[in-house]
């Protein structure tokens, strides 16, 4: 994602930063304190110190959204089904309690002996999902064996028919249809043989249930029935016809008792039931986790033994003795190969059923009683209490309050422990991360930790729990370690470090300055400083052309994907850009280790890339750049956006390509990645807040905050308002929705921009050299009045208030030991006069004091070291 930078990468960036330790303004000529000073001006000009300021110092805390501590308990019960006594005992452990019943079924009804059925077509065998031999012919749903089905073998295409027939005519007044949860018939017809042709006896739509009793317009006598499906359920495990029996009645079925809790808000760790008695049989309970009431069903909105096939068919199950358990939810099985359960979950709707897979007797029984004492959650993620925050932020809008520790919770969410039963079982499980804090994608899924992901989320940890960082360090020493021999750096663990990406190996050099820009920690850089020359020096300049810009397809990389798989080939000013933005963090990592060629080289080389992008891939017939020089012509967010955070665009060039995506790709819910659809259907409706972040900054760095904040608004507000609420999603889709539905991960660190935007920008703050040794705080207010806030440095907080209204911006720094910085006013210089205290530091015209400048345009004041600085700057009268 988009680098911090030097002043001269931003366009139109006016703050102007002195070398630490050249001559300039004194501390004490400031009005500088030292840092455990509390006395200000006398004359009281300096609002920021004043009462209202402690106030809002402890105000933060009210927004703060982790829980208080790792039990993690529902806070409301939003719905009951079946014969359940004392719901509400679930949320308060201890005293009264949550019973579950349901009394054993009656024998199945049964076709007569010698009865057949056959299929339009029929899956072949294999191991099936929990590696046992199947079959799944036609007869199989009527072999009275709940365990056994028929599968079509058309994977999408229907209809599908089944025909049962009997030996002898047979009175028929309806049929029940039971499948299963790895997705039921939705939509079908069911006709029966009379007087030599069919005729429809019932017609069902939008099932969802596993058993569905189907009566008949009126009882039929005949020796041939048959189901016609026209659709069925698309689940992870394919859009297949799925009967596992047809009884030759309609049996409704006893409704399963569940209860379903809410947590409030996503959570992530090990749910605990405790339970206190249950009847003799080992009645069945199965959890179903959703992040949205949305996708709240029978099954989980997502399970990674769906994902990897496993025996878990959407639930995790557990057989309750009789003398009750305390059951936490881990990986494995409880009896065998039965019964099992998926471990940690990502959710915020929990689902419990009395009730038991097919599959799973006679461990398990789908009947009985059971006898609740509680529901929590064992949260495994960072902890985020007021007390754990080294960094936080406050200003006057009470909805970016709320963005930023919203933002701030899904990255704690996502900051976690690798543990070989939780992570992406793809093949991301990697020894050398087990047992390591890491940076995962997402708290749901995919729980493996992509280096583009750190982009964005990396920022966030440094900027609130600093001390945490390790979280970041370890994944890309260990992506390094795992760098290919032709220099290729891995995006991830999963598939065994194999996974192509294109562009990923770039956010491994921005994420490398980064980390040592936040937290001073040269050690790394120079450790991985060769893997830095190899990306560079030996794999990119593999995959670039005579033009001297990357091009997709080069070196056989045609099949190679990008953050988001997209179908992209050739000259793609994305890959261009985030190019530009590597080298040139690149050569301030190698200018950190005085490794002076190197960074000269890279240099180079990123001015080199520029040129060529506006050369190649500017269209001036649409005022943007292209998303690719191969193909339908298109203007992607991305490109676009970094082109002018790496200051590839000129002043022009980022008004008119800003311009252009606010003309194309503005939506209720954000903006959209794309400007039409010609890469992908509705990909001009598609949100992601992952490349949404550069855009922002984007606008925030040419002078434009108001349209900056339009953006957070929109992008964030939305997130906020929709179900799950304060956690930020992977990708919006169409009026916006989660963009993948139920598999949406809707807790994403990719996607908490937000906050480093805020911090940054509207606050104004950011270090400018590895471990803020150097520092600027330029404030871009917008329609803000007022904001405060710290961040988190190697040598203590650096820490930022400023107000603004009609007539004057007030600011005050405190700064801390072994760092120097400089600060930049809003507004024009022309007419503006700034003080600190009462000394006039400029004097609407000219500057009057050492280290201070109106270059271009914007009163700069420079070398600031450690102790508390504070400034007034007045408007003129209009």
């Known amino acids: ?174 049929i029940t249809v039971i499948s299963n949860a790895d997705g039921v018939p939705t939509d079908l017809t069911v006709d029966v043989w009379r007087d030599g042709d069919w005729h429809t006896a019932a017609t069902v739509t939008g099932n969802d249930a596993v058993q569905r009793a189907v009566p008949f317009t009126e009882e039929f006598t005949t020796d041939r029935v048959r189901i016609t499906v026209n659709a069925a359920q698309d689940t992870s495990h394919g859009d297949f016809t799925r009967i596992n029996e047809v009884w030759p009645a309609p049996v409704a079925p006893v409704p ?32 179903a986790f959703s992040e949205t009431r949305q996708f709240l069903t029978g099954r989980s909105d997502f399970t990674r033994s769906d994902q990897a096939g496993g025996a878990g068919q959407g639930t995790d199950q557990f057989a309750v003795p009789a003398g009750g358990a305390d059951w936490e939810d881990h990986k494995g099985f409880q009896a065998g190969d039965k019964v099992f359960a998926d471990g940690l979950h990502g959710f915020r709707y929990l689902t419990v059923s009395l009730d038991a897979l097919a599959s799973d007797s006679p461990a398990a029984q789908p009947w009985g009683t059971v006898e609740i004492d509680s529901v929590e959650l064992r949260f495994t993620a960072c902890l985020g209490t007021p007390s754990t925050y080294r960094g936080w932020f406050l200003c006057s809008d009470e909805e970016l309050n709320r963005y930023w520790y919203g933002a701030s919770y899904t990255n704690e969410l996502v900051t976690d422990t690798f543990r070989q039963d939780d992570v992406d079982p793809r093949g991301a499980w990697s020894a050398t991360l087990e047992g390591k804090q890491v940076l995962h994608d997402g708290a749901k899924r995919d729980r493996d930790p992509y280096v583009g992901d750190l982009a964005v989320s990396a920022r966030t940890l440094y900027l609130t729990h600093d001390d945490t960082a390790a979280a970041a360090r370890n994944v890309l020493a260990d992506l390094a370690d795992h760098q290919r021999a032709d ?106 280790l005085g490794q002076d060629a190197d960074a000269t080289r890279w240099s180079a080389r990123a001015e080199q890339v520029a040129r060529a992008v506006n050369a190649l891939l500017w269209d001036a017939d649409a005022g943007a750049y292209l998303d690719s020089a191969t193909g339908p012509v298109r203007h992607a967010q991305d490109g676009n956006a970094l082109a002018v955070v790496t200051g590839i665009a000129d002043t022009g060039r980022a008004a008119s390509a800003l311009a252009h995506l606010d003309a194309t790709t503005r939506q209720p819910y954000g903006n959209a990645f794309m400007d039409n659809d010609t890469l992908f259907a509705q990909a001009s409706q598609r949100v992601y807040a992952f490349t949404s972040y550069p855009e922002i900054e984007a606008r925030f760095l040419s002078g434009r905050a108001a349209s900056a904040l339009d953006q957070i608004r929109r992008t964030y507000g939305w997130m906020d308002r929709n179900d799950p609420g304060t956690t930020h999603w992977e990708g919006i889709g169409p009026d916006g929705s989660p963009y993948e ?80 910085g400089s600060v930049a006013f809003p507004g024009d210089a022309q007419g503006q006069h700034v003080r600190a205290g009462r000394r006039t530091l400029w004097d609407g015209r000219r500057a009057v004091a050492r280290s201070v400048t109106g270059t271009g345009g914007t009163v700069v004041v420079s070398d600031l070291g450690p102790g508390t600085h504070s400034f007034v700057s007045q408007q003129p009268s209009t």
């Not at 379903?260 to 039931?273: A, C, E, I, S």
Request: glycine share 10%; hydrophobic share 35%.
């Open 1 to 174: 994602m988009a680098s911090h930078g030097t002043p001269e990468e931003g366009v139109s960036r006016r703050v102007v930063l002195a070398a630490a330790g050249t001559a300039g303004l004194t501390v004490a000529a400031l009005g500088a304190a030292p840092p455990s000073a509390q006395a200000l001006p006398a004359d009281g000009s300096v609002a920021t110190g004043t009462a209202n300021s402690a106030r809002r110092k402890r105000g933060w805390h009210q927004y703060v959204q982790g829980p208080a501590s790792r039990t993690v308990r529902p806070v409301r019960i939003i719905s009951v089904d079946g014969d359940v006594r004392d719901p509400e005992a679930l949320l308060k452990p201890g005293g009264a309690t949550t019973v579950l019943r349901r009394p054993s079924p009656e024998a199945a009804p049964r076709w007569p002996e010698g009865t057949t059925a056959q299929a339009s077509s029929a899956h072949a065998g294999n191991n099936g999902n929990d590696g046992r031999p199947r079959t799944y012919d036609a007869a199989n749903a009527v072999d009275g064996d709940p365990d056994t089905f028929w599968n079509d073998d058309t994977i999408g295409v229907f209809p599908d028919t089944l025909t049962i027939v009997t030996p002898q005519v047979t009175a028929v007044r309806g």
């Open 256 to 287: 399963v008792p569940s209860v379903t809790v809410d947590f409030g808000k996503v959570v992530v760790g090990y749910p605990r039931l405790r339970f206190v008695s249950a009847s003799a049989g080992s009645p069945g309970v199965r959890l």
């Open 487 to 592: 220099g290729w750096i891995p995006p991830a663990s999963i598939n065994g470090y194999t996974l192509p990406l294109f562009d990923y190996p770039l956010y491994w050099v921005t994420c490398s300055w980064d980390y040592v820009l936040y937290t001073g920690d040269r050690a790394y850089a120079a450790r991985y400083h060769p893997a830095l020359v190899k990306v560079l020096d030996a794999w990119y300049p593999s995959v670039t052309d005579g033009a001297g810009l990357l091009s997709k397809g080069l070196n056989g990389t045609s099949g190679y994907g990008d953050y988001a798989f997209l179908g992209r080939t050739g000259r793609v000013t994305y890959y261009n850009a985030l190019y530009v933005q590597a080298l040139k963090n690149a050569a301030q990592l190698a200018g950190a």
């Open 741 to 820: 539905g139920a598999f949406t991960s809707m807790a994403h660190g990719w996607s908490t921009g937000v906050l480093p935007a805020l911090t940054h920008h509207l606050l104004g703050a950011r270090p400018t050299s590895p471990g803020y040794a150097t520092w600027e705080v330029h404030p871009q207010p917008g329609d803000v009045d007022w904001a405060t806030g710290q961040l988190p440095t190697p040598n203590g907080p650096l820490t930022v208030e400023w107000e603004n209204d009609a007539r004057q911006f007030r600011l005050t720094v405190q700064v801390p030991a072994h760092t120097r």
